[in-house]
């Protein structure tokens, strides 16, 4: 099942994609579902997938402004450097870590599918893609078992990791500041449920910048995988409903090229996940 926020009419609604149509269930599933995340956290899931309202109204996707699939996440929490080749990609000889790199992102500087990707020329020239698959968690925990820890996923999401690869650097122990600007990533075109995926292992993740196909990788080669990512980060923080974990960007980033190739007014720039679809958005200044 897919689950898609989207504004109609100038209204931000939550639904699901039935063929080419939303069906619009803000207003169909009772006390207590008023936002997707709430929906994510009530447990119908499952259940909503065998049978949607009959009155619910239905939109085509055209005619629709998408939003992020979970527009107010309470945590984003990105992994930096989790496949092999990425690793490598240093060249600095050192071997696989023993913990994921982890940093925060803030809900503003993700936008949704189709939506412009905000350039910052007035600070940098320097935005990059970085394409992933991101975790959206279904169930609360804290210290969750990595042999349990799948079964706190609600579904998976395409995400643009979009950094201003300068703004990076500017401090010596973060990179909060590069990893934050405004509308600078992307996450969707929805949410799929995690009972379309028999397994986690075997996901390809591809970025394309005006077709030209710039990152390609497979979950198997993740360093730490989706269950221990959720075991080890719901060690010191409380996972909950609508939260992301981003789960890393393959080898082929435009600031590994020589010279780099950073992302220009008018580039497009596309993350394909076979299995979730894919998230397409325009680089615009801003």
Request: charged fraction near 20%; charge should be negative.
């Amino acid at each position: 099942m897919k689950i898609i926020s989207f504004v109609i009419e100038n209204k931000a609604r939550f639904g699901v994609v039935d063929d080419n149509e939303v069906v619009d269930l803000t207003d169909s599933l009772g006390r207590g579902i008023d936002t997707v995340n709430d929906l994510i956290g009530s447990g119908k899931l499952a259940a909503l997938g065998q049978s949607l309202p009959a009155d619910a109204p239905r939109y085509a996707l055209e005619d629709i402004h998408f939003l992020p699939p979970i527009p107010n996440p309470g945590k984003i929490i990105c992994v930096g450097v989790n496949y092999h080749h990425r690793n490598e990609e240093y060249k600095d000889g050192s071997a696989a870590p023993a913990y994921p790199s982890v940093f925060p992102r803030f809900a503003s500087s993700i936008t949704g599918h189709g939506q412009p990707l905000i350039c910052p020329v007035e600070e940098s020239q320097q935005l990059d893609y970085e394409g992933e698959i991101a975790i959206v968690i279904g169930t609360r925990g804290r210290r969750i078992a990595e042999h349990d820890a799948l079964s706190h996923i609600a579904g998976l999401t395409c995400l643009n990791e979009g950094s201003v690869r300068d703004w990076l650097k500017h401090g010596k122990f973060n990179v909060t500041q590069g990893k934050n600007f405004d509308r600078s990533g992307s996450a969707g075109p929805w949410l799929v449920t995690a009972d379309e995926f028999s397994s986690y292992d075997n996901l390809d993740v591809i970025t394309r910048v005006n077709g030209q196909e710039r990152q390609r990788d497979n979950t198997a080669n993740l360093m730490f995988s989706f269950a221990f990512l959720i075991h080890y980060i719901s060690k010191w923080t409380t996972l909950e409903p609508g939260d992301i974990i981003s789960t890393g960007t393959p080898t082929g980033a435009g600031i590994r090229f020589d010279p780099p190739k950073f992302l220009r007014e008018g580039d497009v720039v596309e993350v394909e996940v076979p299995s979730i679809g894919i998230l397409k958005n325009t680089v615009k200044n801003g």
